[in-house]
């Protein structure tokens, strides 16, 4: 079935301030699952239609276990979004990864503890296949971007997805490495959850800023030294994302669209009206 390209970003709030970029407006929805993060900026870069969420508001003003990461990707489904790309800070785990290189992520493990991170409770239960958690398509465009506008990205990673606000102590960081992982940071693996849930293709650009705490012979992970880099390569991030959007294809060959097809185990007789209600953008395709 036809759909329209519809790119979604998920960042700081400075990535929608990209040279052509036209018809910028706000969109403020409401969802069955509470408030976004903020009002939703959509416009269109090269004929095709955007949107842009910050991810913590603007101002930096929700911390990472207060995101409502469902109500986020409702909204995004809502406003036609069919590919995520997720731009995200986050702590080197390796040598070869420096502060300011960017990491193509490719796996996922989950250390957080306090967040609702999938939309299929109250009455309806799905189960859909989260072993390759990232979208392989969106994962090539990024790399793609990366070589064409010169930003040095690594091709795969592990991301432990840690709860914080606060950093990891030494004690963990260190186990976390003998694990294999390559970055560490707190927020995208709801992200990636809830996007294969609603079907849609997902993938992250993860934005070295520091070495956690475990690299003996440089300093500390601090606040300072995060806004430091990550000021320095908001430029890059754009430039990347702006690469990005013709390098999709109009039509995606990938499983993302289908996710739901086999996993919602919950019989259609059983649903609720109020469950069908809050899932039908959705589920309705499947169940109606």
Request: hydrophobic share 40%; glycine share 10%; with cysteine.
């Amino acid at each position: 079935m036809s759909e329209e390209l519809v790119v979604g970003v998920i960042g700081g709030s400075g990535l929608y301030e990209i040279d052509g970029l036209t018809e910028v407006r706000e969109v403020q929805l409401s969802t069955p699952f509470g408030a976004p993060s903020d009002a939703y900026i959509t416009g269109t870069l090269g004929g095709v239609k955007m949107v842009f969420l910050p991810r913590h508001g603007r101002g930096h003003r929700i911390s990472p276990s207060e995101i409502n990461f469902r109500a986020n990707i409702w909204g995004l489904r809502k406003l036609g979004v069919t590919r995520i790309l997720s731009i995200s800070a986050v702590g080197s785990m390796r040598e070869d990864v420096h502060p300011g290189d960017f990491v193509v992520i490719d796996q996922f493990i989950d250390r957080t503890r306090h967040r609702p991170d999938t939309f299929f409770e109250g009455g309806v239960v799905a189960h859909v296949m989260f072993a390759d958690p990232v979208c392989h398509e969106v994962r090539k465009v990024f790399l793609g971007a990366a070589a064409k506008v010169g930003v040095k990205a690594h091709d795969g990673g592990t991301y432990v997805n840690m709860e914080g606000p606060q950093f990891s102590t030494r004690a963990e960081s260190k186990l976390y490495r003998t694990w294999g992982v390559d970055v560490i940071g707190m927020t995208n693996l709801q992200e990636a959850k809830l996007a294969r849930e609603a079907e849609i293709c997902y993938a992250t650009l993860a934005m070295a800023t520091d070495y956690d705490c475990w690299h003996e012979s440089h300093d500390d992970v601090t606040v300072e030294a995060i806004l430091a880099v990550m000021h320095k390569n908001i430029g890059n991030a754009r430039s990347v994302i702006k690469a990005a959007v013709p390098l999709f294809a109009k039509q995606r060959t990938c499983g993302c669209s289908s996710a739901l097809k086999f996993a919602i185990m919950t019989a259609k007789d059983r649903i609720s009206p109020e469950a069908r209600q809050r899932l039908g953008l959705l589920i309705d395709k499947y169940v109606s």
